[in-house]
Nanobody, 123 residues
Framework: QVQLVESGGGLVQAGGSLRLSCAAS????????MAWFRQAPGKEREFVSA????????WYEDSVKGRFTISRDHAKIEVYLHMKNLKPEDTAVYYC????????????????WGQGTQVTVSS
């Protein structure tokens, strides 16, 4: 059974940086793509960024373009989210997801999720 484990969250001041990691394990499987979503208290889970596993093509939500960078390591089966110039509105639990089926910008299209890692940006 595929497991996704996130790490790297924490507390940072506005303008700071963090790198999130997500490691996939649990047998052999084909990854079509992986993504990061986030969920703030009282809000719906929202798309942040995605990467096509084979081609490396990337997509970003508008508010993080130019500040966040998604990347992946084929050998380690890991995906990363490099976040810089963080803002208080980036505060949320960040989730890693794998293998979309449908609109990859919708959380409903992803079946495999990590447990989440908290990112808190203080002003």
């Amino acid at each position: 059974q595929v497991q996704l484990v996130e790490s790297g969250g924490g507390l940072v001041q506005a303008g700071g940086s963090l790198r999130l990691s997500c490691a996939a394990s649990g047998g052999t499987f084909y990854i079509g793509g992986m993504a990061w979503f986030r969920q703030a208290p009282g809000k719906e889970r929202e798309f942040v960024s995605a990467i096509h596993w084979d081609s490396g093509s990337t997509w970003y939500e508008d508010s993080v373009k130019g500040r966040f960078t998604i990347s992946r390591d084929h050998a380690k089966i890991e995906v990363y989210l490099h976040m810089k110039n963080l803002k208080p509105e980036d505060t949320a639990v960040y989730y890693c997801a794998a293998d979309p089926d449908g609109d990859f910008r919708s959380y409903k299209s992803w079946d495999r999720w990590g447990q989440g890692t908290q990112v808190t940006v203080s002003s």
